[in-house]
């Protein structure tokens, strides 16, 4: 089945601790994005990567890493630094068309931080 | 980004056609309308999008208006199992990947 990944669906941290979200994606999409989602809230872009090796800040970056190591793997590490990391996390992707620019993108199942 | 106002909620009785609108009045030439749906705790669905023209596929159809300063997303015959959060999002790109800006979306109940 082609699709995107994400796992786990919940996550339990101690605060202060670090961790790591998975997103794999087997669509072979050129572009990765992170967003979260707080409740009753809409989306907001944490990172994005086009291309393997190289990514770029959202609007919400602080206190987040990324990697783009391979095409079909971009996780996000929550680190200590983020304030408030308890949040629904979603990943997505996307092709480019052949003109260059990046096209509809396609969301993971998402996964549910808790730090207690 | 263009900023997108929807209504907060709606109801459409099941079988009916449920039209869920949406302003767009600063979107510029480039930029694209999108429609997604998120229902509780899952990944947005993407539905379908469109530049200018109306558009049509299996699961709803979208009708821009000539100005291009709002759009229609209709779904035909509604189910239960459309019963989401639908976000109308204007984008182009950002130094060449695709920004989705997220509002509040519209809450749509289908009712038995």
């Known amino acids: 089945d082609g699709g995107i990944t994400q796992s786990p669906k919940y996550l339990f941290r101690k605060e202060g601790q670090n961790v790591t979200l998975s997103c794999e994606q087997n669509?072979?999409?050129?572009?990765m994005y992170w967003y979260r989602q707080d409740p009753g809230q809409g989306l907001r872009l944490i990172y994005y990567?086009?291309?393997?090796?190289?990514?770029q800040k959202g609007d919400i970056a602080e206190g987040y890493s990324v990697s783009r190591e391979k095409k079909e793997s971009f996780p996000l590490t929550v680190t200590s630094a983020q304030k408030n990391p308890t949040a629904f996390y979603l990943c997505a992707s996307s092709p480019r068309t052949s003109g260059g620019r990046t096209d509809t993108q396609y969301f993971g199942p998402g996964t549910r931080l808790t730090v207690l | 980004d263009a900023k997108t106002t929807q209504p907060p909620s709606m109801d459409c009785a099941e079988g009916r056609a449920a039209n869920l609108p949406c302003n767009h009045s600063?979107?510029?030439?480039?930029?694209?309308v999108y429609w997604y749906r998120q229902i509780h705790s899952q990944g947005p669905q993407y539905i379908i999008h469109?530049?200018?023209n109306n558009e049509t596929n299996e699961m709803a159809s979208l009708i821009i208006t000539e100005d291009r300063k709002s759009s229609t997303l209709i779904l035909p015959h509604a189910t239960l199992r459309d019963t989401a959060v639908y976000y109308c999002i204007v984008t182009g790109t950002t130094t060449g990947a695709q920004k989705l800006v997220f509002g509040q979306g519209t809450r749509l109940t289908i009712n038995p």
């Open positions: 669509l072979n999409h050129d572009a």
């Open positions: 600063t979107i510029s030439g480039n930029e694209y």
């Open positions: 469109g530049l200018k």
């Open positions: 990567s086009q291309i393997v090796n190289d990514f």
